[in-house]
């Protein structure tokens, strides 16, 4: 199983980025995906995760200004952010549990390879 990430890149602040990651490979079912940040220094903290069929939670500080989002046709989670300010600059990883077979209930994590989002002042 491999998870691919897109979209990041240099924005201004009060700009809109967004972040694709497309999971493929041997998938029966994808559990939760979401979305992890690691800011130069800093552990790696939760932006946002959305379960198959739940709700999404975000993390207080990107609440309201992110949007996680869904495609299970295609296995892909995105991720919107508006209004980003400079303490968003990290490296994004997408994550997703998933099973991997039928007649297993095992759920294998998986983490995409991150990308680089800057947000200048």
């Known amino acids: 199983v491999q998870l691919q990430a897109f979209g990041g890149g240099l924005v201004q602040a009060g700009g809109s980025l967004r972040l694709s990651c497309a999971a493929s490979?041997?998938?029966?079912?994808?559990?939760?995906m979401g979305w992890y940040r690691q800011a130069p220094g800093k552990q790696r903290e939760l932006v946002a995760v959305?379960?198959?069929?739940?709700?999404?939670n975000y993390a207080d500080s990107v609440e309201g200004r992110f949007t996680i989002s869904r495609d299970n046709a295609n296995n892909t989670v995105y991720l919107q952010m508006n209004s980003l300010n400079p303490d968003d600059t990290a490296v994004y990883y997408c994550?997703?549990?998933?099973?991997?077979?039928?007649?297993?209930?095992?759920?294998?994590?998986?983490w995409g390879q991150g990308t680089q989002v800057t947000v200048s002042s």
């Open positions: 994550n997703a549990g998933i099973r991997k077979r039928a007649y297993s209930f095992t759920s294998y994590n998986y």
């Open positions: 959305i379960p198959s069929g739940g709700n999404a």
């Open positions: 490979g041997s998938i029966f079912s994808i559990i939760s």
